[in-house]
């Protein structure tokens, strides 16, 4: 089994920042891509940005220039840096990894941005 979890989440004010972090353990001799997801009240879980295990990253488009991923391969760990926060930001995020093929996620931290 595989366990996900994210720390870092919080209030903070538009314009500041937060950074996530989710460590992986559990059986994860082979950890894939990993990322961040995240999904606002009513709304759909959406992908933030992606990392593989080469360093490769993806972005929404709605988080480039102000998000950054990273992971610590030696940790098992994947950070989110969130700098320049606005309030459409408000969601819980979620981590998430693939071993062996296989998807997880972990339980989510929420972000809140007030104006």
């Known amino acids: 089994q595989v366990q996900l979890v994210e720390s870092g989440g919080g209030l903070v004010q538009s314009g500041g920042s937060l950074r996530l972090s989710c460590g992986a353990s559990?059986?994860?001799?082979?950890?894939?891509?990993m990322g961040w997801y995240r999904q606002a009240p009513g709304k759909q879980r959406e992908l933030v940005a992606t990392?593989?295990?080469?360093?490769?990253?993806n972005y929404a488009d709605s988080v480039k220039g102000r998000f950054t991923i990273s992971r610590d391969n030696a940790k098992n760990t994947v950070y989110l840096q969130m700098n320049s926060l606005k309030p459409d930001d408000t969601a819980v995020y979620y981590c998430?990894?693939?071993?062996?093929?296989?998807?997880?996620w972990g339980q989510g931290t929420q972000v809140t941005v007030s104006s």
């Open positions: 559990g059986r994860i001799s082979n950890i894939g891509a």
């Open positions: 990392i593989t295990s080469g360093g490769s990253t």
């Open positions: 998430n990894a693939y071993v062996w093929f296989n998807s997880y």
